[in-house]
């Protein structure tokens, strides 16, 4: 076993592709295929699934991969402190719904640990995507949430791909409103009271089921709804048409301004954040200081007031 195989196995995990990994390591694809298969031979292992759709991490090739990631930073830091090598550009991915603090945290993880070079990736994306990522080591970590009306779904598809669950927090259903919404000055909101505006939420593709939705309460009908795919657009919509959608209450004032305010929903529907990884896989250095800035973006050390900026 070398480092330069351990690179290979990232390389390709990272691209989910042998012909792309081949690329950006300047190798033949054949040369690539024939490394990764000796080094599955050696260790008795079988890191990657081949199928004619393509290929992707196997169960205990996810386990190996973590550690893979551990030893070749380690590696990359003796050098960078002992051979005056240039350090390796930085890599990490994180796929998430459409969550400000999830930003907020990459934001502080860039300013913390960016080196000279990194190529990051920072997916705001559909629920079963997010899921599909994480399985597949597109992204290392996800983030989504779960509450008692998709749990079952949403932990079936987790067990089956060998992913867990952490949760971050527990919040109670909020609105986000215009800050010039005739409801905002109002303590609570009902469902009642929300009807003549426009309801906004996330489109979720193919995967369009009321288990995958962004917003809870899903099965609701609405009299006026509007489908968007991104966050700016859903903000600008609560703004302009003075529309609604249906969260946990958490909003970023450093990223969005003041324009958009949470306003607590009559509802007894509890919001259950959390972030997704592989079961066995070793996070990487980048993929722990995301979690740590996760934490200290949303005010872990104490309690968190789900109505609060952060």
Same mark, same amino acid.
């Not at 694809?29 to 990657?48: G, K, V, Y």
């Not at 009642?192 to 426009?198: H, N, S, W």
């Given at each position: 076993? +070398?480092?330069?195989?351990?690179?290979?196995?990232?390389?390709?995990?990272?691209?989910?592709?042998?012909? &792309?990994?081949?690329?950006?390591?300047?190798?033949?694809?054949?040369?690539?295929?024939?490394?990764?298969?000796?080094?599955?031979?050696?260790?008795?292992?079988?890191?990657?699934?081949?199928?004619?759709?393509?290929?992707?991490?196997?169960?205990?090739?996810?386990?190996?991969?973590?550690?893979?990631?551990?030893?070749?930073?380690?590696?990359?830091?003796?050098?960078?402190?002992?051979?005056?090598?240039?350090?390796?550009?930085?890599?990490?991915?994180?796929?998430?719904?459409? %969550?400000?603090?999830?930003?907020?945290?990459?934001?502080?993880?860039?300013?913390?640990?960016?080196?000279?070079? %990194?190529?990051?990736?920072?997916? &705001? +994306?559909?629920?079963?995507?997010?899921?599909?990522?994480?399985?597949?080591?597109?992204?290392?970590?996800?983030?989504?949430?779960?509450?008692?009306?998709?749990?079952?779904?949403?932990?079936?598809?987790?067990?089956?791909?060998?992913?867990?669950?952490?949760?971050?927090?527990?919040?109670?259903?909020?609105?986000?409103?215009?800050?010039?919404?005739?409801?905002?000055?109002?303590?609570?909101?009902?469902?009642?009271?929300?009807?003549?505006?426009?309801?906004?939420?996330?489109?979720?593709?193919?995967?369009?089921?009321?288990?995958?939705?962004? &917003?809870?309460?899903?099965?609701?009908?609405?009299?006026?709804?509007?489908?968007?795919?991104?966050?700016?657009?859903?903000?600008?919509?609560?703004?302009?048409?003075?529309?609604?959608?249906?969260?946990?209450?958490?909003?970023?004032?450093?990223?969005?301004?003041?324009?958009?305010?949470?306003?607590?929903?009559?509802?007894?529907?509890?919001?259950?954040?959390?972030?997704?990884?592989?079961?066995?896989?070793?996070?990487?250095?980048?993929?722990?200081?995301?979690? &740590?800035?996760?934490?200290?973006?949303?005010?872990?050390?104490?309690?968190?007031?789900?109505?609060?900026?952060?």
């Amino acid at each position: 076993m +070398t480092l330069q195989q351990l690179r290979y196995v990232i390389e390709v995990a990272a691209r989910g592709s042998m012909n &792309e990994a081949a690329k950006r390591l300047f190798i033949s694809q054949p040369s690539l295929s024939n490394a990764i298969r000796e080094l599955e031979e050696e260790i008795q292992l079988t890191i990657f699934e081949r199928t004619n759709k393509g290929i992707s991490l196997s169960k205990e090739g996810a386990e190996f991969l973590g550690y893979a990631r551990q030893v070749i930073e380690q590696a990359e830091l003796l050098e960078s402190r002992y051979l005056n090598a240039k350090p390796a550009p930085q890599h990490f991915s994180v796929s998430t719904q459409h %969550y400000a603090f999830a930003v907020n945290a990459f934001v502080r993880l860039v300013n913390e640990y960016g080196q000279e070079e %990194y190529e990051l990736s920072l997916r &705001e +994306t559909k629920t079963h995507e997010i899921i599909s990522d994480v399985r597949s080591q597109r992204s290392e970590i996800g983030i989504l949430y779960m509450n008692e009306f998709n749990a079952k779904v949403i932990s079936r598809l987790l067990r089956n791909a060998n992913l867990m669950f952490t949760s971050l927090f527990k919040a109670r259903a909020h609105v986000f409103i215009s800050a010039q919404n005739p409801l905002a000055r109002h303590p609570v909101v009902t469902l009642e009271q929300l009807q003549d505006y426009p309801y906004l939420y996330f489109e979720q593709g193919e995967y369009n089921s009321f288990h995958f939705s962004e &917003e809870i309460l899903s099965t609701l009908s609405h009299r006026k709804s509007i489908c968007v795919n991104d966050r700016a657009t859903l903000f600008n919509l609560l703004i302009g048409l003075n529309g609604y959608t249906i969260s946990t209450g958490v909003v970023s004032a450093d990223l969005n301004g003041n324009e958009i305010i949470p306003v607590p929903l009559a509802s007894d529907e509890t919001i259950h954040v959390g972030w997704i990884c592989h079961q066995n896989a070793a996070l990487s250095k980048l993929a722990a200081a995301y979690i &740590e800035a996760l934490h200290q973006t949303l005010g872990l050390e104490g309690p968190l007031l789900p109505h609060q900026n952060v």
